[in-house]
């Protein structure tokens, strides 16, 4: 039986179908969510994809994390669901409590789109298990309100828990607090990352295919499941 991600597309999204195609090429079949659908169509996970939602009015991620969708997304969420939010999907999931903190202005005030070396720190989540913990990847970034931030007390128990994913290496392009480029939850079903694994997935198009790994991790976790 083949496996099933949806990939949701509210207004305003800019990279939903770049994420189907990494979803394809890992072995999945991508499956198309609108936002004012609440029927998740029996996918097996979701990916929030990148974008401007809404135009980021407001905050980035308010007005979509109301999307009828995502009642459906935090119900299956919080019941082990795979969630994988990139740039705005991330921001889309700080918004809905699915993760702690926020995501703020780059300090640098300007927009920012640079190929961005990362660590990966946990391994064991639903959709980084195929690296390894310390690996070294290459993804682009590109983001204008990139910036992690949350307190100090979140942050140490981040840290404590095991729970950032990964991390910028050589530069902090926004001025992520710790270098934080993306965040798990307790379960390590629901990930967040700034930057795009979805534009690292073939070597015509992407500076490495090391992106790819997101999506072959949740494949693999839900065969295995």
């Given at each position: 039986m083949t496996t099933r991600v949806g990939v949701v597309t509210f207004p305003g999204s800019l990279d939903d179908r770049d994420a189907q195609r990494a979803v394809r090429l890992a072995?999945?079949?991508?499956?198309?969510?609108?936002?004012?659908?609440?029927?998740?169509?029996?996918?097996?996970?979701?990916?929030?994809?990148?974008?401007?939602?809404?135009?980021?009015?407001?905050?980035?991620?308010?007005?979509s994390r109301f999307s009828p969708v995502m009642d459906t997304v935090i119900e299956q969420a919080k019941l082990g669901m795979p969630v994988l939010g990139i740039c705005n999907g991330f921001q889309v999931l700080c918004e809905s409590h699915l993760l702690p903190g926020a995501l703020t202005r780059n300090d640098s005030l300007h927009f920012i789109c640079r190929d961005?070396?990362?660590?990966?720190?946990?391994?064991?989540?639903a959709w980084t298990r195929d690296y390894s913990a310390g690996q070294?990847?290459?993804?682009?970034?590109?983001?204008?309100?990139?910036r992690f931030v949350a307190d100090a007390h979140v942050l140490d128990e981040l840290e404590a828990e095991g729970r950032v994913v990964a991390r910028y290496l050589d530069v902090n392009p926004n001025g992520s607090y710790r270098d934080i480029a993306?965040?798990?939850?307790?379960?390590?079903?629901?990930?967040?990352?700034?930057?795009?694994?979805?534009?690292?997935?073939?070597?015509?198009?992407?500076?490495?295919?090391?992106?790819?790994?997101?999506?072959?991790?949740?494949?693999?976790?839900?065969v295995n499941a």
């Open positions: 072995g999945a079949e991508p499956v198309a969510l609108w936002h004012r659908d609440k029927d998740l169509h029996q996918v097996d996970a979701v990916v929030l994809p990148g974008g401007f939602s809404y135009g980021d009015y407001l905050r980035c991620g308010a007005i961005q070396k990362l660590r990966i720190e946990n391994a064991g989540t070294e990847i290459v993804v682009p970034l590109k983001n204008g309100e990139g993306g965040i798990t939850n307790a379960a390590g079903n629901v990930v967040g990352l700034m930057p795009h694994p979805e534009h690292a997935v073939e070597p015509l198009t992407g500076p490495t295919t090391e992106g790819l790994g997101f999506f072959t991790s949740v494949l693999k976790q839900l």
